[in-house]
């Protein structure tokens, strides 16, 4: 495990394990050690559950839709990547992100129950 947090809000542990490579199962089972270890020996009575988070460079589709990662509300997979994106990739992004929230708020009918031009 990389990193533990306890995020205040959610009122849990964050156990974080970095990984370089595909995700495996030997990760999966090594993370719902730590998470069901967290539950047993780190949390409170007001705490809930312990979240695992896995992030690999490479997410391995098979492992996470047979693992316990599938039906968890604990352990998650991500991946990540190891450069930054350009400043040209950031903006087509953000215009991308922008024309959906404008095209579902176009979308959505007004508080007052009139359509919105």
């Given amino acids: 495990m990389d990193l533990v947090f306890y995020n205040y809000l959610l009122k849990c542990f964050v156990l974080i394990d970095l990984k370089m490579g595909k995700l495996t199962h030997q990760d999966v089972g090594q993370m719902d050690m730590y998470v069901r270890m967290f539950d047993d020996l780190k949390r409170s009575d007001g705490d809930n559950p312990t979240v695992g988070l896995i992030l690999c460079t490479e997410r ?41 929230i404008e095209a579902m708020m176009a979308a959505r009918p007004a508080k007052d129950g009139k359509e919105r031009m």
């Fill in 60 to 100: 391995d589709e098979v492992v996470a839709r047979y693992s316990v990662l599938h039906d968890s509300q604990q352990l998650f997979a991500s991946k990540y990547v190891l450069h930054l994106p350009s400043e040209a990739e950031l903006q087509a992004e953000l215009a991308r992100e922008r024309r959906l």
